[in-house]
């Protein structure tokens, strides 16, 4: 007869070891669930995911559930360690390993992958060949540029000659745009998009940001669609940097957004009324970009963040503006050519935008960094 008691401590001391200390699929730490048929232990997100897999999985709480001993043994027997030699063996080096606080589809995709479809055991390379490949095709649904409604649109990526393109209609003969590997990046954007499969594709154009909004009802589709794009990515990278090493690569496949939400703005004189703007800051380039809405297809302004060493700081002030705007939380930002200011709601996104500029300003620049500076100075 299996003692609760005694099963339960058992495997709260297992999953306090290294390697089961940590979700086996998403990272997040101190895991409090298990699954009776993989042997490892998860989070209670993931737990839910796990559930529903097509094979049947059962998974139990490690704190509240009775566990046989058989069960107890088979997860001594096994643990994260041991399952991810097995589900984790041949994972491509441009494939995206969700953490705790990515969107769903990415984790349960993750989690399909690994254990209902079987792609990185070595035995079936039939998926991994999908985005993998030197083309991939997929027809999603894209939202128009100055309407809100998505429309059906044939993208087309290559990596032979590093683009990806997207076309109006099947038989179209040339297409509505060829996006380069140079500058593009895409991110998951459930939230801003609307839909739980969103995906935000940006790129440069006349040296300013432009923003697809895609989606596919299929979360394996769309995933699969990222994945191919990571993966012609950091082929491009290996060609533009053949003397870097993948590993160091891997973080300039992907650029996530630092810090993202609204702000009131002023004009470049400061006498020009406050107006509500949509800021987006990347830590990776160094740009702070403004749009009117979230869902704008190019952007209004981009600034360049430097260092402090090179007159770039930031600072605090409070107090009602004459200027028309609404908030009173305030931010200066202090460039060489210029000051800006921005208003926040509330003393957290005022807090949370700070720590967002201080981390930019006392990361060291790169050559790259100062293209990027010039470049944009040459543009205003």
């Given amino acids: 007869m299996a003692s609760l008691e005694r099963n339960n401590r058992i495997l709260l001391d297992l999953v306090r070891q290294p390697g089961n200390n940590v979700c086996a699929d998403c990272g997040a730490p101190e895991p409090d669930w298990g699954s009776c048929t993989l042997g490892v232990f998860v989070c209670l997100n993931c737990s839910g995911l796990h559930r529903n897999l097509l094979t049947l999985n059962r998974v139990k709480s490690i704190r509240l559930d009775l566990w046989e001993d058989s069960l107890v043994k088979f997860m001594q027997e096994r643990g994260n360690s041991a399952a991810k030699a097995i589900f984790e063996k041949c994972v491509p080096a441009f494939y995206y390993r969700p953490q705790q606080k990515d969107c769903i589809v990415l984790k349960e995709q993750w989690v399909r992958a690994k254990y209902e479809r079987k792609e990185f055991t070595g035995e079936n390379c039939f998926h991994r060949q999908a985005y993998s490949s030197d083309m991939f095709e997929a027809i999603l649904w894209k939202k128009g540029k100055d309407k809100k409604q998505f429309l059906k649109r044939i993208f087309l990526l290559s990596r032979k000659d590093f683009t990806l393109k997207y076309f109006i209609k099947e038989d179209s003969k040339s297409p509505k745009a060829v996006i380069s590997m140079k500058d593009l990046n895409a991110v998951f954007q459930p939230e801003k998009i609307g839909q739980a499969h969103g995906l935000q594709i940006s ?15 299929s979360g394996h589709l769309i995933v699969s669609f990222f994945n191919a794009i990571r993966a012609t990515r950091l082929s491009y990278l290996q060609k533009k940097n053949p003397t870097l090493q993948t590993n160091e690569l891997i973080p300039q496949i992907t650029r996530h957004c630092l810090k993202e939400g609204y702000m009131e703005k002023t004009g470049p004189t400061q006498r020009e009324p406050f107006k509500k703007r949509w800021f987006t800051l990347c830590s990776l380039n160094r740009k702070l970009l403004y749009f009117k809405t979230p869902l ?30 609404r908030w009173h939380c305030g931010i200066t930002l202090e460039t060489p050519g210029r000051q800006f200011m921005f208003m926040c709601e509330l003393e957290q996104e005022q807090k949370e935008w700070l720590e967002a500029f201080t981390k930019v300003i006392s990361k060291p620049m790169t050559p790259e960094d100062y293209s990027n500076e010039a470049t944009l100075r040459r543009g205003k």
């Fill in 203 to 217: 790129y440069l154009q006349d040296e300013r940001t432009r923003n697809l909004f895609v989606y596919h009802e």
């Fill in 296 to 325: 704008d297809a190019t952007e209004l302004g981009a600034v360049f963040i430097g260092t402090e060493g090179h007159s770039y700081s930031v600072s605090e002030f409070s107090g009602r503006s004459s200027r028309g705007g």
